[in-house]
């Protein structure tokens, strides 16, 4: 899939106030700083589409970016920040819980696990809640750069083990660096598919 067009379109705190065009939707999730916005830069080719920083609780809002004029990219906030107060912490969680439990048009959601780290029980039980709300996801292990490719491999294998000790499949699974671009032509590929598929659907 080739981004020839990537254009910011809103941002929102609840799907009352999403841009009004619809179309299907790939969201971003993971703790605050894996990488969710860069990720989203890189895909798009274009430093400073998302903004990203690197203090935690960059993104508060739902932010969409509209692809191709055909499909959104959206990029959430992060979850898990422990900084924030409690107050914040909640109002965050609301926001990213109105859209995943509540946009209809979300098609596919990537979460976003660090591949340097074991993978955290805050993941976990997101996941778990993703499998309950019945939300189709994705895994993405971000920073791929941060590792040789022996202790990257090893350490996402590691992570792989610890969800199908709770899963009986994996979900897709995907590895990425916003700073090489690994995983690029794999995550937009794996989109097209996705958007093929929903496409022969609606054909029927
Ligand atoms: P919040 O919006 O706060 O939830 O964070 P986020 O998940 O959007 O993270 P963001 O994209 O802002 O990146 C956080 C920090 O990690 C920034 O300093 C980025 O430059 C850095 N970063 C993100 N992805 C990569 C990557 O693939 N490799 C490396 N080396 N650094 C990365
Ligand atoms: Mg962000």
Redesign the pocket.
């Known amino acids: 899939m080739k981004i020839t067009e990537a254009l910011f379109a809103g941002s929102s705190t609840s799907i009352s106030e999403r841009p009004k065009q619809v179309f299907p939707e790939f969201a971003f999730i ?1 703790r ?8 989203i830069n890189m895909l798009c080719q274009r430093k400073g589409l998302a903004l ?3 203090k ?4 508060r809002l739902v932010n969409h970016f509209l692809i191709n004029r055909s499909w959104y990219l959206v ?1 959430l ?2 979850y898990g920040y422990a900084k924030m107060s409690g107050n914040e912490k909640k109002k965050l969680q609301q926001v990213i819980r109105n859209y995943i439990n509540l946009s209809p048009d979300l098609v596919m959601l990537f979460v ?1 696990i660090d591949s340097r780290h074991d993978i955290g029980q805050i993941d976990m039980d997101f996941l778990f809640e993703l499998g309950e709300g019945q939300i189709p996801f994705a895994i993405i292990f ?5 590792l040789s490719a022996k202790a990257l491999n090893e350490q996402v294998e590691r992570n792989k083990q610890a969800i199908l000790e709770h899963w009986e499949s994996l979900p897709p699974t995907f590895i ?4 090489s671009r690994l995983g690029r032509e794999e995550i937009l590929d794996y989109i097209e598919s996705v958007l093929n598929n929903l496409n022969n659907t609606s054909a029927i």
């Not at 605050?32 to 990720?39: E, Q």
């Not at 971000?142 to 941060?146: L, P």
């Open positions: 993971g605050s700083n894996v990488g969710k916005s860069s990720l990203t920083s690197s935690p609780g960059k993104t990029d906030p992060g976003l971000t920073k791929g750069d941060k990425s660096s916003s700073e």
